[in-house]
């Protein structure tokens, strides 16, 4: 039987779960500040977004080893497909640059829309794998492995084009290059009846992220009503199991949106909460 | 070539598409007038919704017949699991009685969200199954067939535990009844790149339905803000190609949610955009 009340090494804290002091939610904390309250109980990592690093990548990344956590990635590259992309691929090469300077072996993938004058998903996935191929190489002489992270279905059309492991799978293929994987992120796969086949594609050496959170039974805002794990339906303890039978041996981040509820409370309590809910129903 | 400038005896409105006069949406039109100005413009029929339909369903569905119209189906059972479903089958009984009355030949199940005391979808699926299965006989000898409903998975948790045709089809399976098969909708599937196989397995006796409409691109409203065809990114001819090539060979039901746009419009004028959009963009 497994043990699940096991290390907190395990446990990695994505910075969005504290509100990344984002539109003025969050406690403003500087990232050193998180640092230390991550430590301090004993976790293993941290995954930051490009937002707060600014120019700092190198000292935030040593502060964070000197701390003995790692960090475990960065969110995330601009949207590679859809009318938000940005033309060129600058900003997403100097999101390969700052995930190198942190120290950060994995950056995020969201990839967005539909390519526009194009309808559904197939034919934005196929132009998402050749711009995927034109930073692998980028990213691969800086360390850097890119993580294609499907989204729940909910989040087409504007957001993304990769709606289950199994298309996140199809164009790692497609791309063809060695350092491109996939995250697995509760929030957008806890329904996913064939979530089993798509982690079996991927194949252990592909699967470069597991990301906790819950889905509350009455999901009141589709970006930013994320349940803290025990707070919802998804079935946690299977998907773990699921993600790791798959050969994922990696760290689990809590990466909880949440505006109305875990963002207005004090980034300590949620810390402490997250910790024990870790340890007690994940 | 396919022409997908058919006759649109192929079309059918769903009475939601008017705002079905719920929550004073829609221009509060009788039954009889949305029959008169389908007939009017050639509709193959008519599916409606039980909240307009009280005790006249014989009579209203006689005068849908008298129109030259069918009525395709009735919405739908209660909630059978979840928390939000009605304690016994009375009421689904009264629905199917209410779809025979109408002599609607499919009525449609919208499952409710996962079993209070459980986790992920599974476990309420297996429920699910049993309890189609409870309702399926008294469904056959009044004539009636059960579309089980996959909803898009934004709807987990209080709506539905069927995400995919998949899922729906071993639902199907699990019930093991000949007169329970699904209903396919544009808004909820629109994104599987698996459809095809779901629909394999479906085979063409289990396909009951498909639903119009059309996925925004910046969807702002998780229920109530479909598009009208052509207006998103839904692959729609794509779509109705995959449906039909697995057999499907009925109607095709219009069913737009729209609190801030269709809704607010002249029934009328939205009925002739509707037949326009079917005429060259589905």
Redesign the interface.
């Known amino acids: 039987m497994r043990d699940f009340s096991q290390d907190i090494s395990a446990l990695a804290l994505n910075t969005a779960t504290l509100g990344h002091n984002l539109d003025g939610y969050g406690a403003g904390w500087p990232p050193e500040r998180v640092i230390d309250a991550c430590a301090a109980r004993g976790l293993g990592g941290i995954v930051f977004w490009r937002r707060e690093i600014g120019r700092r990548s190198v000292e935030i990344g040593d502060r964070v080893r000197a701390a003995g956590m790692q960090v475990v990635g960065l969110c995330r590259t601009p949207y590679l497909v859809g009318?938000d992309a940005p033309a060129g691929l600058d900003e997403a090469k100097a999101s390969i640059d700052m995930a190198a300077g942190l120290g950060a072996p994995v950056l995020t993938i969201v990839t967005g829309?539909?390519e526009p004058g194009t309808?559904?998903?197939?034919e934005s996935q196929k132009i998402l794998a050749e711009r995927v191929a034109a930073i692998a190489g980028y990213a691969s002489e800086r360390g850097v492995k890119l993580a294609l992270e499907p989204l729940?279905?909910?989040f087409?059309?504007?957001r993304t084009v990769l709606?289950?492991v199994?298309?996140a799978v199809?164009v790692c293929d497609m791309a063809g290059a060695p350092n491109v994987g996939v995250a697995v992120d509760v929030y957008h796969v806890?329904?996913?009846?064939?979530l089993a086949e798509g982690l079996a594609a991927a194949g252990p050496d592909r699967i470069l992220g597991y990301h906790l959170c819950d889905?509350?039974?009455?999901?009141r805002d589709?970006l930013l009503d994320r349940g803290m794990m025990g707070d919802?339906?998804?079935?946690?303890k299977?998907l773990r199991a699921a993600v790791e039978g798959a050969g994922y041996a990696g760290p689990c981040e809590v990466e909880v949106f949440s505006s109305s509820d875990w963002w207005r409370r004090d980034p300590s309590a949620v810390l402490d909460v997250m910790v024990d809910r870790f340890r007690t129903v994940c």
Do not use: H, I
């Open positions: 009318r829309g539909t309808k559904g998903v197939l729940n279905p909910m087409g059309g504007n709606m289950t199994a298309d199809r806890w329904w996913d009846s064939a889905w509350l039974e009455n999901t589709m919802g339906v998804a079935d946690l299977v």
